[in-house]
């Protein structure tokens, strides 16, 4: 789901575009860039492989509590360094990683942290229909670039046209490298 975060993230930028893009992409990626050195150090782990074919066990990252306070911490800094507005509202986009993996992920996101009381997790599978599930990513990266792109002609088109395109390709390398399990 990685390219559909990224799509989000593009349609924020075109409503706030004071907000540094750089800031919107790290936010949606946020329980993502967390989750490494988890994983890395064997905390977090993935079994089965391929686009939407693995099951994450991110009890800790990716679990709703962990998720909120990821955002509150992130919102935090952000308030601090661009101001309220700018802090709340990457502290919703931070938040909105788990709203978007609720929909893809099997039931593999945990309430609380550690899946501590062997709470039932969640996650409504779509990526149980990978071919569904890309179109869904692919159409909310192609909606949030459209967005950002007409928001930023009408203040520089030729800037516009560059940066949407170097977005729409990251994006769609993005999704392709998910889907190709690179």
């Known amino acids: 789901m990685i390219a559909g975060h990224f799509g989000l993230a593009a349609a924020v930028k075109a409503g706030r575009p004071a907000i ?10 946020w329980l993502d860039v967390v989750f490494v050195p988890l994983y890395l150090s064997g905390i ?9 074919g693995g099951v ?3 009890d800790y990252t990716h679990s709703l509590v962990s998720a909120l306070v990821l955002a509150a911490l992130f ?8 101001g309220r ?9 931070v938040f909105s990683h788990w709203l978007l ?10 309430i609380l942290p550690g899946n501590a009381g062997d709470l039932p997790t969640l996650g409504f599978g779509l990526w149980r229909l990978p071919a569904v599930s890309a179109v869904v990513e692919l159409l909310m990266l192609a909606i949030g670039i459209g967005l950002y792109w007409r928001a ?5 088109p030729k800037r516009a046209r560059t940066l949407g395109l170097s977005a729409a390709a990251f ?4 999704l392709a490298a998910d889907l190709l399990g690179v």
């Open 85 to 93: 507005e700018a802090g709340l509202i990457l502290g919703g986009v």
């Open 44 to 52: 977090e782990t993935v079994d089965g492989e391929g686009y939407g």
């Open 152 to 156: 930023a002609a009408k203040r520089d």
């Open 20 to 29: 540094p893009v750089w800031t919107l992409m790290l936010a949606t990626a």
């Open 56 to 58: 994450i066990h991110a």
């Open 101 to 110: 993996d609720l929909v893809v992920h099997r039931a593999d996101l945990p």
């Open 75 to 82: 919102g935090g800094v952000a308030a601090i360094k661009l």
């Open 171 to 174: 994006g769609v390398a993005t």
